[in-house]
T-cell receptor
Framework: AQTVTQSQPEMSVQEAETVTLSCTYD???????LFWYKQPPSRQMILVIR??????QNATENRFSVNFQKAAKSFSLKISDSQLGDAAMYFC??????????FGAGTTVTVRA | ETGVTQTPRHLVMGMTNKKSLKCEQH?????MYWYKQSAKKPLELMFV???????ENNSVPSRFSPECPNSSHLFLHLHTLQPEDSALYLC?????????????FGDGTRLSIL
């Protein structure tokens, strides 16, 4: 079974600063997908960024970028120029070629004004 | 407009009640999912439907009964629930079952069992 570990239950960042959320996963597959989802207080889970394991280039979406280290099975999320609207719980998720998403326990991000 | 709509947003019920959660997706997707989100725990996949056919039942107790009448609608029928069933229930949909296709989530139903 695949497992996803987020070792930081909570992170705090000053507005306009950068914060990095860690995620590690366990798998024996070589082809898979990794995701970061954001869940604000409104509860809707929103896709932030996606990474295909066969791509060495790290994915980027505006202020969000990942550091994907396949050999280390590490998939961290960097939020640059943090904004108040970034405050949410962030979930790392893994999916093999089929649909079975495995989620981490989440990291709560607080943004200080 | 989330694309995936869940009702009700909140539900309080006794252990002997029967209620249903509803999910509707407006994205033209073929796969739909039910997840359970409990505090301090990762999301747990409960059921998966693809083209209205159930493809996954992740050892969910029979007091939870899913129904998928068409690719756009998904229900979760509840009866004789237990206090430990109190949680946020999330519905999601995706274009198909390929891992590459991201899942789109609704706002969830917050369920409280008295």
């Amino acid at each position: 079974a695949q497992t996803v570990t987020q070792s930081q239950p909570e992170m705090s960042v000053q507005e306009a600063e950068t914060v990095t959320l860690s995620c590690t996963y366990d798998t024996s597959e070589s082809d898979y997908y990794l995701f970061w989802y954001k869940q604000p207080p409104s509860r809707q889970m929103i896709l932030v960024i996606r990474q295909e394991a066969y791509k060495q280039q790290n994915a980027t979406e505006n202020r969000f970028s990942v550091n994907f280290q396949k050999a280390a099975k590490s998939f961290s999320l960097k939020i640059s120029d943090s904004q108040l609207g970034d405050a949410a719980m962030y979930f790392c998720a893994y999916a093999p070629r089929d649909y079975k998403l495995s989620f981490g326990a989440g990291t709560t991000v607080t943004v200080r004004a | 407009e989330t694309g995936v709509t869940q009702t009700p947003r909140h539900l309080v019920m006794g252990m002997t009640n029967k209620k249903s959660l509803k999910c509707e997706q407006h994205l033209g997707h073929n796969a739909m999912y039910w997840y359970k989100q409990s505090a301090k725990k990762p999301l747990e996949l409960m059921f998966v439907y693809n083209f209205k056919e159930q493809t996954e039942n992740n050892s969910v107790p029979s007091r939870f009964s899913p129904e998928c009448p068409n690719s756009s609608h998904l229900f979760l029928h509840l009866h004789t629930l237990q206090p430990e069933d109190s949680a946020l229930y999330l519905c999601a949909s995706s274009q198909d079952l390929a891992g590459a296709k991201p899942q789109h989530f609704g706002d969830g139903t917050r369920l409280s069992i008295l």
